[in-house]
């Protein structure tokens, strides 16, 4: 799949910050492709939808699909695929309200 990323912009010095502060290796962030940063929100059938104007999310790019993340409220979210479990939030060390853990 050839996901246009046209709309995801790179991760800012803040975000890189608290990704290596949360113990993320830089080689994981860049390889095999770079983590982005996308706005949008979660819709209904597990889908990300883009709008600038709503929160940040992380995009990691797959063969297949991309997978977004909301650190602050652990959703998750793809761009094709009706793949993402309903369970529970993933949180990476993130409290509900954004502060890390």
């Known amino acids: 799949m050839n996901f246009d990323f046209s709309s995801c912009g790179g991760l800012m010095q803040r975000h890189l910050d608290w990704l290596t502060g949360s113990g993320v290796p830089m080689s994981a962030i860049i390889r095999p492709e ?3 940063l996308a706005h949008g929100f979660r819709a209904a059938d597990s889908r990300f939808d883009h ?23 652990g959703l998750r979210a793809t761009a094709v695929a009706d793949v993402i479990s309903p369970q ?14």
Request: glycine share 8%; hydrophobic share 30%.
């Open 34 to 36: 770079p983590m982005r």
């Open 51 to 73: 709008d600038p104007s709503s929160p940040a999310w992380l995009a990691f790019p797959e063969p297949e699909d991309c997978v977004f993340w909301e650190p602050r409220t």
């Open 88 to 101: 529970g939030p993933v949180t990476m060390g993130v409290t509900a309200n954004g502060s890390h853990s």
